[in-house]
């Protein structure tokens, strides 16, 4: 079964630094562009940026560029999203999404089940 | 800001044929392949149309996609009570050089 597996949620405050993460299992991981995204309490989707694993070409969503790191360890099939200095209106929903083999315009067809990171003092 | 604008909000009672517009321009939906997401409460995200009309396995064929133009279309018929989701347009922005989501829309069966 095609699966991306996220870590828990987390609680951290303004500041902090984080690092969440998303592992792949069923498919080749090193192959498939691995998305991002943002869903703020009670709001919609946002694409924050992909990479892709086999050799860590990134891309940013220009709202997104110098505000989050997104990286990858093929070896270990795991994509991670990083943010150095926390903010509370990072407080949100992440999830992370496999783009389509067909192409980055065909959108995503496997979610991970999502990450909760509230920033809160 | 969603470069894709979608109503806020459908509606319509159980059997009935409900449809989703959505709002683009020449940098992604005029040029690009058009995707819909279904995200039901609590739940992440699922792929319900790619590639503008296609719909993955396992989704229903009351599910349809269309494409005019900069704007697009999600249709459902035969309208079901577990259809009650956020529904999402998508598309690549090739001035964005970016994936963008559309703002929403919040179906509710009646």
């Known amino acids: 079964e095609v699966q991306l597996v996220q870590s828990g949620a987390e609680v951290k405050k303004p500041g902090e630094s984080l690092k969440i993460s998303c592992k792949g299992s069923?498919?080749?991981?090193?192959?498939?562009?691995i998305a991002w995204v943002r869903q703020m309490p009670g709001k919609g989707l946002e694409w924050m940026g992909i990479i892709y694993p086999g050799d860590s070409d990134t891309r940013y969503s220009p709202s997104f560029e110098g505000q989050v790191t997104i990286s990858a360890d093929k070896s270990i099939s795991t994509a991670y999203l990083q943010w150095s200095s926390l903010k509370a209106s990072d407080t949100a929903m992440y999830y992370c999404?496999?783009?389509?083999?067909?192409?980055?315009?065909?959108?995503?067809?496997?979610w991970g089940q999502g990450t909760t990171v509230t920033v809160s003092s | 800001q969603s470069v894709l604008t979608q109503p806020p909000s459908a509606s319509g009672t159980p059997g009935q044929r409900v449809t989703i517009s959505c709002s683009g321009s020449?940098?992604?939906?005029?040029?690009?392949?058009v995707n819909w997401y279904q995200q039901l409460p609590g739940t992440a995200p699922k792929v319900l149309i790619y590639?503008?009309?296609q719909r993955p396995s396992g989704v229903p064929d009351r599910f349809s996609g269309s494409k005019s133009g900069t704007s697009a279309s999600l249709a459902i018929s035969g309208l079901q009570s577990e259809d009650e989701a956020d529904y999402y347009c998508?598309?690549?922005?090739?001035?964005?050089?970016?994936?963008?989501f559309g703002t929403g829309t919040k179906v509710t069966v009646l």
């Open positions: 020449s940098s992604n939906i005029g040029i690009k392949t």
């Open positions: 998508a598309a690549w922005d090739d001035s964005l050089d970016a994936y963008v």
């Open positions: 999404a496999r783009h389509s083999g067909l192409g980055l315009s065909y959108g995503m067809d496997v």
């Open positions: 069923g498919y080749s991981f090193p192959n498939s562009w």
């Open positions: 590639s503008t009309n």
